[in-house]
């Protein structure tokens, strides 16, 4: 088995559902981060690119028709660069790069671009069709943004609860307070304004030009607040729950537009791109539970990537976890029993937001620039998966090793 290896990753600003990607179709923000991955490597021959596999939840609107294909072709790569596309919700991206990794390890690829998108602002009411013609009922659209969506009534009630809802039935599993929840949100927002300002996202995030005459440019990211304080978020009613509630819109993260992409190769990618690895991909995971308790499955797939690495959570320096919820995350670092200063620190999804396909490869990008940050050798990204699905990957700096 030949080792995996990513060497470079960007992403788009992620702009607020409405905001300033709103008129930016996702296959053309997935083919912005393909040319910026291109530009980044001048070196790298297109025709030299095994495949490009990308990252969405959505699949409903523009970016039908398999976006990896379509974003490779409008980013001017050659017709014969193959590209597939994969959904699974919010860990698509993450689950792209996994699956071009294990090409490269079986030797069936050398080099590879991974990408993921999401248009949230953009995502479409769909229509089913009827089971006969011409039916004399009212027909009911469906909002293809986020959540369930024409559920199969053979569907368990238990299962196909609102994200909300379920976030608030795992706070109530794990002693959760509504404190606990807003301290980790103001801190998320805290972190991140830190990290646009001491310039940790100039080279991880690339801007996108205004493509209307009204508009502007996006250079940061929309939804990071740097003024938000526990006690600020404290007076944000909650959302899911009339009585009892914790959720607010305040400590859950918001709904997002963006791309993002890496290269992953092998050791002869290095020459073929002419730059050098950030990280090796040492290890992944995959897991699954109840579908009310999503938010907690990254413990389980977190724990497969560190055994199948070879190291335990004592030897991790950083940890990317995907802020869905803040109940949620921090339910995952609770069980993993580790100091929450290592764990997104330079802001999470609550700040930044979460464009579902884009998530992933944020996640893992960030990981692998704050491993060079802090010459740390080990690092885990990870991802809460609707429906009741974690994915993790272990990255290693090999520069840092001893």
């Known amino acids: 088995m030949s080792p995996s290896y990513l060497y470079d990753a960007v992403r788009t600003p992620f702009a607020k559902i409405g905001g300033g990607l709103s008129t930016h179709r996702p296959d053309d923000l997935a083919a912005h981060v393909l040319r910026a991955m291109l530009q980044r490597a001048p070196s790298a021959d ?73 248009s949230m602002s953009r995502a479409p009411w769909v229509l089913p069709k009827t089971e006969r013609p011409f039916p004399m009922k009212d027909l009911q659209l469906a909002n293809t943004t986020l959540g369930w969506r024409l559920v199969n009534p053979e569907m368990p009630g238990e299962w196909t609860v609102s994200l909300g809802e379920a976030t608030e039935q795992l706070r109530e599993k794990h002693g959760i307070t509504r404190e606990d929840q807003d301290a980790f949100a103001a801190r998320s927002h805290q972190l991140a304004a830190r990290a646009w300002e001491e310039g940790r996202y100039d080279d991880l995030v690339v801007p996108v030009a205004a493509n209307t005459r009204r508009g502007t440019d996006i250079v940061r990211d929309e939804t990071v607040r740097a003024d938000s304080t526990a006690e600020t978020l404290a007076g944000l009613r909650t959302v899911f729950r009339a009585e009892n509630g914790t959720v607010t819109a305040g400590n859950a993260s918001p709904m997002n537009d963006g791309a993002s992409a890496a290269w992953l190769g092998s050791a002869a990618a290095e020459e073929l791109l002419g730059i050098s690895p950030l990280a090796r991909i040492a290890g992944r995971g995959a897991a699954a539970n109840d579908p009310q308790y999503f938010g907690e499955a990254p413990v389980a797939a977190a724990n497969i990537a560190l055994e199948r690495a070879g190291i335990g959570w004592g030897e991790v320096s950083a940890v990317e976890l995907n802020e869905a919820f803040a109940a949620q995350a921090l339910a995952c670092i609770r069980q993993w029993e580790i100091d929450p200063g290592i764990v997104n620190a330079w802001g999470g999804a609550i700040a930044i937001g979460h464009p579902l396909g884009a998530s992933g490869l944020r996640v893992l990008g960030t990981l692998a620039r704050r491993l060079k940050a802090q010459n740390s050798r080990w690092g885990v990204a990870s991802l809460c998966i609707g429906v009741g699905q974690g994915l993790a990957v272990v990255l290693e700096n090999e520069e840092a090793a001893g």
């Not at 379509?70 to 991206?93: D, F, I, K, W, Y």
């Open 46 to 118: 297109p025709a030299a690119i095994d495949e490009v596999v990308f990252g969405n939840a959505n699949g409903a609107g523009e970016e039908n028709r398999n976006v990896a294909r379509m974003a490779a072709l409008l980013a001017g790569l050659p017709t014969s660069v193959p590209g597939t596309t994969v959904n699974r919700l919010c860990g698509s991206s993450l689950d792209a790069a996994m699956i071009a990794s294990r090409q490269i390890e079986v030797g069936e690829a050398d080099l590879m671009l991974v990408g993921g998108v999401e």
